[in-house]
């Protein structure tokens, strides 16, 4: 059973940065792809970042320059850093997981495991 746990969230003003991580528990594979995903208010969930088990990344465009994914296979944990915060960066993370696709993907129907969420707050 593969659980995912996102922490790092908070409240911080535009300008602002935050990192966010991502432990999975009781994952081994050598193969997948990682991702972050963002639901704000009444809005669709979105792909923000992924990362697959070569280390090759993509971006959403809203993010790109400001956002940076990467992983740390010795402690097994996700990170998004965040810079340059901005207001309509507001939303619920969420940490996804999927061994169906190994190369990066945004698309979150191609996730098989996420996390509980981690609210992200920028105030202006």
């Known amino acids: 059973q593969v659980q995912l746990v996102e922490s790092g969230g908070g409240s911080v003003q535009s300008g602002g940065s935050l990192r966010l991580s991502c432990a999975p528990f009781?994952?081994?594979?050598?193969?997948?792809?990682m991702g972050w995903f963002r639901q704000a208010p009444g809005k669709e969930r979105e792909g923000v970042a992924a990362?697959?088990?070569?280390?090759?990344?993509s971006y959403a465009d809203s993010v790109k320059g400001r956002f940076t994914i990467s992983q740390d296979n010795a402690k097994n944990t996700l990170y998004l850093q965040m810079n340059s915060l901005k207001p309509e960066d507001t939303a619920m993370y969420y940490c996804?997981?999927?061994?169906?696709?190994?190369?990066?993907?945004?698309?979150?129907?191609?996730?098989?495991?996420w996390g509980q969420g981690t609210q992200v707050t920028v105030s202006s």
């Open positions: 990362i697959d088990s070569g280390g090759s990344t």
């Open positions: 996804a997981l999927t061994m169906l696709v190994v190369t990066t993907t945004l698309y979150e129907h191609e996730y098989n495991y």
């Open positions: 009781g994952y081994t594979y050598s193969s997948y792809c």
